[in-house]
């Protein structure tokens, strides 16, 4: 079974700064999806970024970006330029592309704070 | 557009308890799930389902039921409510091909007391 690790329960960033949030994965496949959600206090889950394991360019959208080590399994998430808004709850995601239906493995997540 | 809509928000049960969580998309997804939230383990998934008809357990099955009669519906039963189901519970759908983004419901945060 794939597992998902997020060794960070928390980070802080000041406002403007970048930040870099851990997920590291565990798999016997090679064809997956990898994705970081974010979750505010809404309760909302908004998927922020994907990157495909075939792919060997790292994702990008806007302020935030991945480092994809597939040798490794490891997914970090970048976020630049950190804004207020920002401040949630970070979940790292497996999905196995061998598999049928919606099948998510979640990372227990990471809080993070932004300071002003 | 309404999504992923899920009823109720809230909702407190006394231990045996029976009640149903309901789960309704407009986006004609063959896939849905349900998943709990819990501190510290992030989400883990319940039961899920590849179109109507067809259901399957997920990683933490035991306590809950499900059924899909229709593409849009994908209810979760709870047979007889224990504390250990205290959690926030999220449904999900998604096609089954090209981006493979889930879309998620705004949850239910269940009490059991």
């Known amino acids: 079974a794939q597992t998902v690790t997020q060794s960070q329960p928390e980070m802080s960033v000041q406002e403007a700064e970048t930040v870099t949030l851990s997920c590291t994965y565990d798999t016997s496949e090679s064809d997956y999806y990898l994705f970081w959600y974010k979750q505010p206090p809404s309760r909302q889950m908004i998927l922020v970024i994907r990157q495909e394991a075939y792919k060997q360019q790292n994702a990008t959208e806007n302020r935030f970006s991945v480092n994809f080590q597939k040798a490794a399994k490891s997914f970090s998430l970048k976020i630049s330029d950190s804004q207020l808004g920002d401040a949630a709850m970070y979940f790292c995601a497996y999905r196995s592309a061998m598999e049928y239906g919606n099948k998510l493995v979640f990372g227990a997540g990471t809080i993070l704070r932004v300071k002003s | 557009n309404a999504g992923v809509t899920q009823t109720p928000k809230f909702q407190v049960l006394k231990t045996g308890q029976s009640m149903t969580l309901q789960c309704a998309q407009d986006m004609n997804h063959e896939y849905m799930s349900w998943y709990r939230q819990d501190p510290g383990m992030g989400l883990r998934l319940i039961h899920y389902?590849?179109?109507?008809?067809?259901?399957d357990q997920g990683e933490v099955p035991n306590g809950y039921n499900v059924s899909r009669s229709t593409t849009e519906d994908f209810p979760l039963r709870l047979l007889s409510a224990a504390p250990s189901q205290t959690s926030v519970y999220f449904c999900?759908?998604?096609?089954?091909?090209?981006?493979?983004?889930?879309?998620f419901g705004q949850g239910t945060r269940l009490t059991v007391v």
């Open positions: 389902s590849v179109g109507a008809g067809i259901t």
């Open positions: 999900a759908s998604s096609y089954s091909g090209g981006t493979l983004e889930a879309f």
